[in-house]
C-alpha cells in the first residue's frame, strides 16, 4: 500500500484542529470527494468535520460504551478514505459512510465474538404473551434520548438486531447475512428486543 496514502489518513491527524481550505466550505459533494481521492488532507478533514458527530451516535448503536463507538469511527473513517475513489454518487456521501461505519462496527463486534466475548442472540426469554405498551403522556413524555439511553442497555445481540432493522434499514436477510443467522432467527430476535425495550422504558418512565 501506498505509505503517503497511509500517512495521510493518520487517526491522530484526524481529530486535529485544522481549520479547512475556505473553498473547501462551498465546494460541490463531488469536488471534496474528488480532493480526498487526491490525498487533500483539507478535503479529508472538512469530511471528518461534516459527519464525525453523526457517525459516532451510529457507532454507538453497536459498541458497548462511548470510548469503543470512537474507536469505531476512527476505524471507520480510515476505511472511508481508502476507499472513497470507490464512491459513485448513486447515495449521498453521508450513506455512504453510514453503510461503512455500520459494516466495520459489525466486524468490530464479529472480532470480539472470536475472541471469546459472545454475542449470545438468545440470552433473554419472554413469552410471546409477554407484551408491554406504552404512550407518551404529557406530563412525562418519553423522549428520543431516553429510548436511546434504554436502547444501549439491551443485550448486544438484540440491540444490534434492533438496531439494523430499525435504525439503519437493513432487511432480515441483509441482517442474517452480517450475523451469520437465518431470516427467521433476525424477525425472532426483534420481536424479543422491541418487548423488552418497551418492558425497560415502562420500568423507566410509567
Known amino acids: ?63 458497548k460504551n462511548l470510548e469503543q463507538s470512537q474507536d469505531f469511527m476512527h476505524d471507520g473513517f480510515i476505511k472511508v478514505f481508502l476507499n472513497i475513489s470507490k464512491f459513485r454518487g448513486e447515495s449521498s456521501l453521508e450513506t455512504w459512510i453510514t453503510r461503512i461505519m455500520i459494516n466495520n462496527s459489525i466486524t468490530a463486534i464479529k472480532k470480539e465474538v472470536r475472541k471469546g466475548i459472545k454475542v449470545n442472540l438468545e440470552d433473554v426469554k419472554l413469552q410471546e404473551s409477554e407484551t408491554f405498551n406504552f404512550e407518551l403522556e404529557e406530563q412525562n413524555p418519553i423522549s428520543a434520548q431516553n429510548v436511546f439511553d434504554t436502547l444501549n442497555e439491551l443485550p448486544l445481540g438484540y440491540r444490534t438486531v434492533l438496531s439494523l432493522y430499525v435504525l439503519d434499514g437493513y432487511s432480515h436477510k441483509e441482517i442474517g447475512e452480517q450475523l451469520g443467522i437465518s431470516d427467521g432467527t433476525s424477525k425472532s430476535q426483534l420481536a424479543k428486543a422491541k418487548r423488552l425495550l418497551a418492558k425497560k422504558l415502562n420500568e423507566k418512565y410509567s
Open 1 to 63: 500500500m501506498n505509505s503517503k496514502l497511509e500517512h495521510s489518513i493518520r487517526v491522530e491527524d484526524l481529530g486535529s484542529i485544522i481549520q479547512p481550505k475556505e473553498f473547501l466550505l462551498i465546494n460541490s459533494e463531488q469536488e471534496l470527494v474528488q480532493a480526498c481521492i487526491a490525498g487533500n488532507r483539507a478535503a479529508q478533514q472538512r469530511v471528518y468535520e461534516l459527519f464525525a458527530g453523526k457517525m459516532v451516535n451510529v457507532c454507538r448503536r453497536y459498541a
